[in-house]
């Protein structure tokens, strides 16, 4: 069965540490990989995405994202992170010939100051 | 360029009433989704609509319907509200091919059923 896991529903970081969130996937084939944030009270904002190419992807927000194939990963990182980073992040996969995308659980992410 | 619009922002309705959201999506998507986020479970799909046509539905009863109309815009309806339908609504749009290109959402609508 296709599915996305983030393993940790809480992830807390000291402003100024990097921060790391984690993504793991099951699809069928070639995966298409996805980042979202959501703030309280929104929708969900996109971040990344790794459709092929380089390993290491950038996003908005100094983040970034490497798609390991060997681990079915595919991690969001970021090298300082910000108190104002602090939202809950979403992980999602898609493959070629998939008709909707699957979400992760959501990993709520705490920046201290 | 304006965003996706969801309306209305907040919906209260009472257990056995129907519920009607709706949504616009970005200028040029084609592609409009419907997703429940109910606390703490996550972000679950419902439907997806391109050009017109219902592309895939999620694991939920047909009581949760909808439609796109013409100018791509959406409706989703839940009829028969049970308690446990009080959520989060979101709307994403995007351009088709639904795997190669991200989705933006709108704010949501949240819907509670007393």
């Known amino acids: 069965a296709q599915s996305v896991a983030q393993p940790e529903d809480q992830v807390n970081v000291a402003e100024g540490n990097p921060l790391t969130v984690k993504c793991t996937y099951s699809?069928?084939?070639?995966?298409?990989l996805f980042w979202y944030v959501q703030y309280p009270n929104r929708g969900l904002q996109f971040l990344l995405k790794?459709?092929?190419?380089?390993?290491l992807v950038k996003g908005s927000y100094g983040f970034e994202a490497e798609f390991n194939k060997s681990q079915t990963s595919f991690h969001l990182k970021k090298p300082s992170a910000l108190v104002s980073d602090s939202a809950l992040y979403f992980c999602?996969?898609?493959?070629?010939?998939?008709?909707?995308?699957?979400f992760g659980s959501g990993t709520r992410l705490s920046i201290r100051p | 360029e304006a965003g996706v619009t969801q309306s209305p922002t907040h919906l209260i309705k009472t257990r056995g009433q129907q519920a009607t959201l709706r949504c616009s999506p970005i200028s040029g998507h084609t592609s409009v989704y419907w997703y429940q986020q109910a606390l703490g479970l996550g972000l679950q799909f419902l439907l997806w609509?391109?050009?017109?046509?219902?592309?895939n539905r999620g694991n939920f009863p047909p009581r949760f319907s909808g439609r796109q109309f013409p100018n791509y815009s959406s409706e989703l309806n839940v009829n028969a509200l049970e308690l446990e339908d009080s959520a989060l609504y979101l709307c994403?749009?995007?351009?088709?091919?639904?795997?190669?290109?991200?989705?933006?959402f709108g704010p949501g609508t949240r819907l509670t059923v007393t």
């Open positions: 699809v069928s084939g070639n995966p298409y």
């Open positions: 999602a996969a898609g493959y070629s010939s998939a008709s909707k995308i699957i």
């Open positions: 790794y459709i092929t190419g380089d390993n």
């Open positions: 994403a749009s995007s351009f088709s091919e639904l795997t190669l290109h991200e989705q933006y």
């Open positions: 609509y391109d050009e017109g046509e219902e592309r």
